[in-house]
């Protein structure tokens, strides 16, 4: 028996980490991925505990989790693949197209 | 606990490769071992229907999307393997935060009494069996029953997913700076002070 809190706690630690990767690398890529890795941080959770109470709502929360995470990774991509199209940088310090 | 504390291990670590790989394909790979632990995470929490998905959207689909962009961005272009590759000066400061921030989430964790833990079986059934929680059959249920119109609006979410990618990928962009670099000239102000002089 596993208690529930365990899996908050390797929930939490994965978050933390794709966050430290969000906010300390340059390359937009591996910036989407620390964000694929915060997704799944949060459907760990979910699952533990549709799990935990034996109830299906978590399942159905993280499917639909995991739908989102994919068309935020497709529109993240593209933008990566347009901006670099417009001006050639692979640095997320030089997207500064959007500054007022 | 064995299985648990060992799927845990793998996927710490392939996090922390993930995000200190100092090239993008490292990253992906890291990323793949992370997903293949969290499916076997799933199983071992009787969500037969998700890992299966998670397996097929995420390293089936999502990945391949990271390594055809990291084929379509990086052939024979520098800034991919050279330079660096961190924020300067944010290193130390982003660990501590989220170390802090993690405290705080394992202390508010510590304090809420969870009374269900997840036990080793099967809840209702042998693993394997048509219809137990978690497998396909209990899945569609609740998807396809009382939760029709969360599943709707995720079709709804690709469609709009699918319209901006379309639009972002149709190079809004003009002809001449498609392609290649073009280094925009500086925008020069005029300077205020010398026309202020002028008036004064």
Same mark, same amino acid.
């Given at each position: 028996m596993i208690p529930a809190t365990y899996y908050v706690v390797l929930s939490g630690a994965l978050f933390f980490l794709g966050v430290i990767g969000v906010v300390t690398r340059r390359n937009p890529l591996i910036v989407?991925?620390?964000i694929e890795l915060m997704w799944n941080a949060a459907n760990v959770v979910f699952i533990a505990f549709a799990r935990a109470w034996l109830n299906n709502v978590g399942h159905v929360f993280a499917f639909l989790v995991i739908t989102v995470a994919a068309a935020e990774a497709a529109i993240g991509l593209a933008i990566v693949v347009v901006a670099f199209r417009r001006a050639q940088y692979v640095d997320v310090d030089e997207a500064a197209g959007l500054r007022g | 606990m064995t299985i648990f504390v060992l799927l845990a291990i793998a996927l710490l670590a392939?996090? !922390?490769?993930?995000?200190?790989?100092?090239?993008? #394909?490292?990253? #992906? /790979? @890291?990323?793949? !071992?992370?997903?293949?632990? !969290?499916?076997?995470?799933?199983l071992s929490l009787s969500a037969e229907f998700l890992a299966l998905i998670? /397996?097929? #959207?995420?390293?089936?689909? /999502?990945? #391949?999307l990271f390594v055809f962009v990291i084929a379509l961005l990086s052939s024979g272009v520098k800034p991919f393997d050279s330079g660096p590759n961190k924020l300067p000066r944010i290193g130390m400061p982003a660990i501590v935060t989220a170390l802090v921030a993690f405290g705080a989430l394992v202390w508010g964790a510590v304090q809420v009494p969870f009374t269900p833990s997840v036990g080793p079986t099967q =809840?209702? @059934? =042998?693993? @394997?069996?048509a219809d137990v929680f978690g497998s396909v059959a209990d899945f569609g249920r609740a998807l396809f029953g009382p939760y029709l119109l969360?599943?709707?609006m995720t079709a709804l979410v690709l469609v709009i997913a699918i319209v901006g990618v379309i639009m972002l990928a149709s190079d809004a962009a003009p002809a001449k700076t498609r392609g290649h670099h073009v280094k925009r000239p500086r925008r020069v102000r005029e300077p205020i002070t010398k026309t202020k002089a002028k008036v004064g």
């Open positions: 989407l991925m620390a | 392939s996090a !922390l490769f993930t995000i200190t790989a100092k090239h993008p #394909v490292y990253s #992906v /790979i @890291g990323l793949l !071992l992370n997903f293949l632990a !969290l499916a076997a995470l799933y998670q /397996i097929l #959207v995420y390293s089936g689909a /999502i990945l #391949v =809840p209702n @059934g =042998p693993p @394997g069996a969360p599943f709707e």
